[in-house]
C-alpha cells in the first residue's frame, strides 16, 4: 500500500515555544492531507484538511492560527503547533487519500507524540 | 452531519473464539465505511471499506465486516481471533457527497487472551 511518513516521531518542547510535524507521502502524490489528534481516551479527532496549493480547511473549534497548516507540495504537508502549551500535549497523526476518488481509503503516518513542558 | 458510533469501549475474547466489534453510523448520503487498526504509538493501518455492492466485505488479516444499511451498522468480524489481533480498532465513515472527510468512531479496544 501507499506509504506516508510522518516526522518526527516524539518531540518534547517547552511551554511557548513552536514545533514543526511534516507528513509526507512517499510514493505517491497527495493533493489531499488530513491532520487528526488522537487524545489519550482514543479518539481521533478531524483538526484541518490540508489542500495542495490552497488554504487549509479547518474543522469548528480547531484555532488556525494556533495550528498552521501549509500544504506547498504534492508530497508534503506540515502542521505548526505554535506557542505550545501543555494542553497542547497529544498524539497528532497525518493521513492523505490515495487516488482521485471519494472511495479511496487513507493512508496514514506512523503518528507524533508531542510533549510540552 | 456524519457520525460513527462504537458502543464498546472493550471488546474480550478468548483465542480461538470468534469476535465482533460494533460499529453504527449516521450520514445523509449513501455511506462509504471503513474500518482502521491502531496499534500502540502507531498510526492507523486499512483493514477493509464497503463502498457498494455486496454487503459482506473481506479485508486484511481475515478480518471481515457486513454492511446493514436497515440497521445502519458496520460490525467487523473474525471467525478466530489470534492474541496478534489485540489493538485498537476504529470504524469510519464518509459521506459521498460530503467529499473526502473522513470522520471516526470513538475507537473499541480489542483484547484476546491466549
Known amino acids: 500500500g501507499a506509504v506516508v511518513s510522518q516526522h518526527p516521531s516524539r518531540v518534547i518542547c517547552k511551554s511557548g515555544t513552536s514545533v514543526k510535524i511534516e507528513c509526507r507521502s512517499l510514493?505517491?502524490?497527495?493533493?489531499?492531507m488530513f491532520w487528526y489528534r488522537q487524545f489519550p481516551k482514543k479518539s481521533l479527532m478531524l483538526m484541518a484538511t490540508s489542500n495542495e496549493g490552497s488554504k487549509a480547511t479547518y474543522e469548528q473549534g480547531v484555532e488556525k492560527d494556533k495550528f498552521l497548516i501549509n500544504h506547498a507540495s504534492l508530497t508534503l504537508s506540515t502542521l505548526t503547533v505554535t506557542s505550545a502549551h501543555p494542553e497542547d500535549s497529544s498524539f497528532y497523526i497525518c493521513?492523505?487519500?490515495?487516488?482521485?476518488?471519494?472511495?479511496?481509503?487513507?493512508?496514514f503516518g506512523e503518528g507524533s507524540r508531542l510533549t510540552v513542558l | 452531519a456524519q457520525s460513527v458510533a462504537q458502543p464498546e469501549d472493550q471488546v474480550n475474547v478468548a483465542e480461538g473464539n470468534p469476535l465482533t466489534v460494533k460499529c453504527t453510523y449516521s450520514?445523509?448520503?449513501?455511506?462509504?465505511l471503513f474500518w482502521y487498526v491502531q496499534y500502540p504509538n502507531r498510526g492507523l493501518q486499512f483493514l477493509l471499506k464497503?463502498?457498494?455492492?455486496?454487503?459482506l466485505v473481506k479485508g486484511s488479516y481475515g478480518f471481515e465486516a457486513e454492511f446493514n444499511k436497515s440497521q445502519t451498522s458496520f460490525h467487523l468480524k473474525k471467525p478466530s481471533a489470534l492474541v496478534s489481533d489485540s489493538a485498537l480498532y476504529f470504524c469510519?465513515?464518509?459521506?459521498?457527497?460530503?467529499?473526502?472527510?473522513?470522520?471516526f468512531g470513538a475507537g473499541t479496544r480489542l483484547f484476546v487472551k491466549a
Open positions: 450520514v445523509s448520503g449513501n455511506p462509504y
Open positions: 464497503y463502498i457498494t455492492g455486496d454487503n
Open positions: 493521513s492523505a487519500r490515495f487516488g482521485t476518488r471519494n472511495t479511496g481509503e487513507l493512508f
Open positions: 510514493d505517491f502524490q497527495a493533493t489531499t
Open positions: 469510519a465513515v464518509r459521506d459521498h457527497l460530503g467529499g473526502f472527510k473522513t470522520i
